[in-house]
């Protein structure tokens, strides 16, 4: 992994329909900030006040208006909100909309999903009054509040929840143009922003993902950034629908554009858990915290540690050393005993920093 991608490339960009090629049209809605407990509140809301138009509008307009509505708006089905949710995130999540009353269902099937079910995307057709939905948009300690877990997209379309679900069950395992197939997270806000991003003038790309082979399509999906209260709203434009069929292939660049997130996704909130760990990091600069990170992960993975859960470790054991833990006493011979797996070498190595930290300091 290298320390890039720190930035968000998104902030200083907003892609309305006269954007390259008129494929992609972004609304960026800045500095929205969660609902809290709203404890004694009479007037409860549902989602913060600067979403509830991007999330439950009844707009007129449409990107898909086929010659079947052509007879006029009234004939239009009923704008629905879906949001494509992530169990990996949110503690038990299948009882939680289970107990919603909300549609869901699992994007998965079959083995998949024997295999999998604690760990998959689920669909789930949002209600504006409904609890979970508030708690989708709530912050807190609550480990039901998610707003902080960023558990997934959301969807705007008047397709019925069946071809919804069928659509976006589709992309959750793609080839790529090699013909190799692997899991598509595409309901990872971060890397969905990036890829639209790349994909502004790939409307094949996009007709893939928005247009379905039949009736209405996807006509917005929005990707939240909790940290920042950045929330992008992504729509195409109708003459995408043209497209559809289209197969969803991805290419050598997406695959780069995913891996450039996740690795700027991770150095970030490493960045930011050592700012709040230790005070003194966050009063360096943060040019030279960002290298440092770079080196530390390039030891890292010289050390064989490369899960991310590995690398926490491993960088927590630099940072109280002050110096390379593959060269220091008791941590040496813990990240060399090839019987242990990543995870516990690195553990091992960290609390040996902190017991070698600890003793300094009673001296």
């Given at each position: 992994?290298?320390?890039?991608?720190?930035?968000?490339?998104?902030?200083?960009?907003t892609?309305?329909?006269?954007?390259?090629?008129?494929?992609?049209?972004?609304?960026?809605?800045?500095?929205?900030?969660?609902?809290?407990?709203?404890?004694?509140?009479?007037?409860?809301?549902?989602?913060?006040e600067?979403?509830?138009?991007a999330?439950?509008?009844?707009?007129?307009?449409?990107?898909?208006?086929?010659?079947?509505?052509?007879?006029g708006?009234?004939?239009?089905?009923?704008?629905?909100?879906?949001?494509?949710?992530?169990?990996?995130?949110?503690?038990?999540?299948?009882?939680?909309?289970?107990?919603?009353?909300l549609?869901?269902?699992?994007?998965?099937?079959?083995?998949?999903?024997?295999?999998?079910?604690?760990?998959?995307?689920?669909?789930?057709?949002?209600?504006?009054?409904?609890?979970?939905?508030r708690?989708?948009?709530?912050?807190?300690?609550a480990q039901?509040?998610?707003?902080?877990?960023?558990?997934?997209?959301?969807?705007?379309?008047?397709s019925?929840?069946?071809?919804?679900?069928?659509?976006?069950?589709?992309?959750?395992?793609?080839?790529?143009?090699?013909?190799?197939?692997?899991?598509?997270?595409?309901w990872?806000?971060?890397?969905?922003?990036?890829?639209?991003?790349?994909?502004?003038?790939?409307?094949?790309?996009?007709?893939?993902?928005?247009v379905?082979p039949?009736g209405?399509?996807?006509?917005?999906?929005?990707?939240?950034?909790?940290?920042?209260?950045?929330?992008?709203?992504?729509?195409?434009s109708?003459?995408?629908?043209?497209?559809?069929?289209?197969p969803?292939?991805?290419?050598?660049?997406?695959?780069?554009?995913?891996?450039?997130?996740?690795?700027?996704?991770?150095?970030?909130?490493?960045?930011?858990?050592?700012?709040?760990?230790?005070p003194?990091?966050?009063?360096?600069?943060?040019?030279?915290?960002?290298?440092?990170?770079?080196?530390?992960?390039?030891?890292?993975?010289?050390?064989?540690?490369?899960?991310e859960?590995?690398?926490?470790?491993?960088?927590?054991?630099?940072?109280l050393?002050?110096?390379?833990?593959?060269?220091?006493?008791?941590?040496?011979?813990?990240?060399?005993?090839?019987?242990?797996?990543?995870?516990?070498?690195?553990?091992?190595?960290?609390?040996?920093?902190?017991?070698?930290?600890?003793?300094r300091?009673?001296?």
């Amino acid at each position: 992994m290298k320390a890039e991608g720190v930035d968000d490339p998104w902030a200083h960009l907003t892609f309305t329909n006269d954007a390259a090629g008129s494929n992609l049209s972004t609304e960026v809605i800045r500095d929205v900030a969660p609902l809290d407990v709203q404890l004694g509140v009479d007037d409860v809301k549902a989602v913060p006040e600067k979403l509830l138009k991007a999330l439950f509008s009844q707009s007129e307009k449409s990107s898909f208006q086929h010659e079947e509505f052509r007879g006029g708006n009234e004939n239009l089905p009923p704008m629905r909100t879906y949001a494509v949710v992530d169990a990996a995130k949110v503690q038990n999540l299948p009882d939680m909309i289970e107990a919603s009353g909300l549609t869901y269902r699992c994007l998965f099937k079959g083995k998949a999903y024997d295999e999998l079910m604690e760990a998959a995307p689920w669909l789930v057709e949002l209600e504006e009054g409904n609890a979970f939905t508030r708690n989708l948009f709530t912050r807190s300690n609550a480990q039901w509040h998610l707003w902080g877990a960023e558990p997934g997209i959301y969807v705007r379309s008047r397709s019925t929840f069946e071809k919804v679900w069928s659509h976006f069950r589709k992309l959750t395992k793609i080839q790529d143009v090699h013909g190799n197939w692997f899991y598509f997270r595409f309901w990872e806000a971060g890397g969905l922003n990036a890829l639209f991003q790349s994909w502004v003038d790939a409307p094949k790309q996009l007709a893939a993902f928005f247009v379905m082979p039949e009736g209405l399509g996807v006509d917005s999906v929005i990707c939240i950034d909790a940290n920042t209260g950045t929330v992008r709203s992504h729509s195409i434009s109708n003459k995408l629908i043209n497209f559809r069929n289209s197969p969803f292939r991805l290419s050598d660049e997406d695959r780069k554009v995913l891996s450039r997130w996740r690795a700027g996704r991770f150095d970030s909130k490493l960045l930011a858990e050592f700012s709040r760990t230790y005070p003194e990091f966050s009063s360096s600069s943060e040019d030279g915290n960002i290298k440092w990170l770079s080196y530390v992960i390039k030891s890292a993975s010289e050390s064989g540690i490369e899960l991310e859960s590995a690398i926490v470790d491993f960088a927590h054991a630099a940072y109280l050393l002050q110096g390379d833990p593959r060269a220091h006493g008791e941590t040496v011979s813990f990240l060399g005993d090839q019987t242990l797996h990543q995870k516990d070498r690195a553990l091992l190595a960290r609390k040996a920093a902190e017991k070698f930290v600890a003793i300094r300091g009673s001296k």
